[in-house]
């Protein structure tokens, strides 16, 4: 059982008052917001519509809004998470063409939006990328998968990403193949 001592003579520290308490804490959490830089540096607070319900201190809001610069506020069609344009060409049976690919909320024009992002997240390791090319000096066997090629370009973790893709070797024919959804299905067509 927890015991809390309590100052003898009865005296108490005053407690700060609700309004006071609530000011810190806007104070804090804008301050926190701004200074992590999270938030995107575009728009503005009477584009956003963004607006404090009911202050509790009259004038309270607009001395917290002022604080904050305009362009800390994202505008609300600003799109955040992961964005991937793929472009794929000579993949045959109507898979070419250029995709777009969000991730973190899902949406594109991507054929398997929620596969390919997941498919990407089980690829995202510590100290792996998911994106990066076969390495110098590696044994791959001697077979060809095709004309097809990918390009990839965007961000995926908040890193920018631009990743090839081919079908030139057994190394480079398994590379396209750990990418599948997010690059189109090749062995079901035939191919390798």
């Known amino acids: 059982m927890l015991q809390v001592s309590r100052p003898s003579g009865g005296h108490r520290a005053p407690r700060p008052s609700r309004t006071r308490r609530l000011s810190r804490f806007l104070v804090v959490a804008t301050g926190s917001v701004v200074a992590t830089g999270s938030v995107v540096a575009t728009g503005s607070v009477a584009a956003t519509g963004s607006a404090v319900a009911g202050p509790a201190v009259p004038g309270l809001a607009a001395s917290v809004i002022s604080a904050v610069p305009a362009a800390a506020v994202p505008p609300a069609t600003a799109r955040s998470g992961d964005h991937l344009t793929v472009t794929v060409r000579n993949a045959g049976g109507g898979a070419d063409g250029r995709y ?93």
């Open 100 to 192: 777009e690919l969000y991730c973190h909320p899902g949406g594109g024009d991507h054929p398997d939006v929620s596969g390919a992002c997941a498919a990407l997240d089980r690829g995202a390791r510590w100290g792996k990328d998911a994106f990066s090319p076969v390495p110098r000096g590696s044994v791959c066997t001697m077979q060809y998968g095709g004309a097809a090629t990918a390009h990839v370009t965007g961000t995926w973790r908040g890193r920018p990403v631009d990743a090839r893709f081919d079908r030139g070797d057994g190394c480079e024919i398994a590379r396209w193949d750990r990418m599948v959804p997010v690059l189109p299905d090749l062995r079901r067509a035939g191919r390798v």
